[in-house]
């Protein structure tokens, strides 16, 4: 979905009620999209209870429509009208025709009864105010907010286009604000909760459609795509039950060293938990004895190496075993020695027509490498291999599109710019580079950045501290990997991958019970439920 500030999200609407769509239509959209995605995802037979918070404005009408529909599907709904609503008591109708309860703020002066259902309702909808707050909160809303934020074992909140009390635009946030599970956005991603403290407050954040044309001229402003659920889901390959290893492509991942041995398996076992039919994994020799009793599902290259760093004269092995490899991620594990520089140089100079054609450290016979395309095959780099590429004259020229990884640290080596620099703007300068290198980027970090040489930027609406260790990076570049081998184009594949790696360590911390707790494989060990999660 596109990231919109409130004025866009106006515009937006504007010009979809002045095509036809009116803007009750776009409210009743908007009320059956969040019931589906309410119900779908926290429904439990036999039955279920929640709690809708309804303000005066339409995002209380979005509310009091969802509420309607949950009533109709075996929901027990209560509604609490935390400021009248003048002038759509047909919406009110139609939810007590539905078996809806009501009660307003003003049969309830101390919130008495608002803390009673609260505690015993099984979900809560927020829907008291959406992008027509003005902070600071007042009144009734403040004090009820306050009531609810109190209570400990408060049930899950689902907040309605955006957690009351958070400023759409700012992201700014009231105290009073209660932490969402989930923010269901309507029509578009608001880009204040893109930022903190808002984006703390909104849990996961999901978009759903309210009937929107894609051709409405306001779209043009909205340059930025927000990763959620459901593009994750549809950008993941099909599995067909007649399908075969061959289906799902072979992946090499040349990484590793002797004090670096984990990578290789990290990132190995992060492709094959993403669904690749195969993964061959090179590694030096020095460190094969340790690592291929762990995984027996892998196939294994032995890399030759100088004192157990990968040197130039594995460029010859990897491009002898480049056939069937649909994709080739490089980097994790290597160090910087400069063996391994002269490996990767030789490595890219081999290909037939790219760059400079003499390759640097050693010529292979050409016999040597008939089999072998002239061509790498899609790359993935991330780690070492970013910083030693760096090293590279003109090394943007000397690649296919790939996709590179870099962690801020790396980006900084990469593109001469501080650390802070890049962190003050990373959403511009990972649209600037990915331009300027030709390569699709992946700027790790709280709320990873991808973005393509088109121009195009992705956010993955996601901070957490338990992805803050080592490893998951290795982690990332292997689901990356992965998913390319399956056919995925290389931005689509990073853009999904980050942001399955970014939920996967969410849940990592929630199932551990602490984010400094975390490790690489606890974030590979949750891979499964969430591919299960977002596809049912
Ligand atoms: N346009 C459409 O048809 C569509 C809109 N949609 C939905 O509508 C939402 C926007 O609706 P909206 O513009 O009606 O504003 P909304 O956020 O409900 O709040 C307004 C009310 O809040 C009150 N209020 C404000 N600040 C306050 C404060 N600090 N403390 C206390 N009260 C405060 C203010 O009262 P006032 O201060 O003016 O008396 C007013 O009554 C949007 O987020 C989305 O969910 C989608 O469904 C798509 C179709
Ligand atoms: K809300």
Redesign the pocket.
Known sequence: MKRVSVAQ??AL?GQADASGLS??Q??AN??LALAQAVHRRYFRRPTCSVLGLV????????CLIALRYLAEWGWQTQAYLL?ERVGDEALLTDYRKAGGQVLGVNEDHDFEKLRQHALQADLIMD?????????????D??HALAVLKEIKDLPPVVA???PSGVD?DSGKA?KECLRADLTVC??AI?AGLLKQPALGLAGEIYAVG?GLGDNLPAWAEADVDVMDARMAVENLPERPADSHKGTYGTCLIAAGSVNYCGAALLAARAAYRMGTGLVRVGVPGSIYDTLAGQLPEATWLILPHTSGVINSEAAKVVWKNLERVNALLIGPGWGLENETKEFLEDLLNLQKGKGNASPLGFVPEEHELKNASRKLPALVIDADGLKLLAQIENWQDKIQTAVLTPHPGEMAVMSGLSIAKIQADREAIAREYAQRWGHVLVLKGAMTIVANPAGEVAIIPMATSALATAGTGDVLAGMITGLIAQGLEPYTAAKTAAWLHARAGIKAARQLGSEASVMAGDVIAQLPQVLNEISS
């Open positions: 999200m106006k609407e803007y009750d776009m409210m908007a009320g303000g005066s404005g339409n995002n209380g009408g979005d400021k829907g008291v105010l959406g992008t027509g707050i003005r902070l600071p909160l007042k009144g809303i403040q309605v286009d955006c759409c009231a309507m029509a608001k309210i």
